[in-house]
């Protein structure tokens, strides 16, 4: 289950809750469900960190190939121009196919890495938007917490004056 839906389900769980009898604020759920949900919360967090980390060298692995792509295609268009020139009959349109195939694999290594690029960003994108969604879910979660505990403490201290009657 991914760790908003957790989230989401905890704050649910704790919206449902019976409230304690004579208090509006305080609820009773069984303390040890309540700890095993979020042990179970924060287990699937580091799986989402590993996520993340396979995503950043699954980058790294695309833009090493493609500039290795990048070199190869150079190396042989430089190879190719090297052997072109070489021969004296034809020099002159050696050097311009030579310099075309340079040009051409100088235009695919940077389309190459522009597809990275993008690749990556999209990636890294996606990865924010999981984060932003994730800190905004638990902001929501410790705002609830920390209202529900206020709530709780102020009226917590009238139910222990002793009763009018």
Not at 86 to 107: D, L, M, P, Q
Not at 121 to 143: P, V, W, Y
């Amino acid at each position: 289950m991914d760790p908003l839906d957790r989230i989401d389900e905890i704050i649910e769980i704790v919206q449902e809750s019976r409230s304690v009898p004579m208090s509006r604020t305080n609820f009773m759920y069984d303390r040890a469900e309540m700890i095993e949900r979020l042990d179970d919360l924060r287990a699937e967090l580091p799986s989402e960190l590993r996520k993340a980390a396979a995503v950043l060298e699954e980058r790294d692995r695309i833009i090493e190939a493609g500039r290795r792509e990048a070199d190869r295609i150079i190396s042989e268009g430089e190879t190719e121009h090297a052997r072109l020139v070489s021969v004296n009959e034809i020099t002159v349109s050696s050097e311009h196919e030579g310099a075309r195939i340079v040009a051409e694999a100088r235009t695919e290594a940077q389309r190459l890495r522009e597809e990275v690029d993008d690749y990556v960003d999209t990636a890294l994108a996606n990865f924010e938007q999981f984060l932003t969604r994730a800190l905004a879910s638990i902001e929501r979660g410790r705002d609830k917490m920390h209202a529900l505990r206020e709530i709780g403490t102020f009226q917590g201290e009238d139910s222990e004056r002793p009763l009018p009657f």
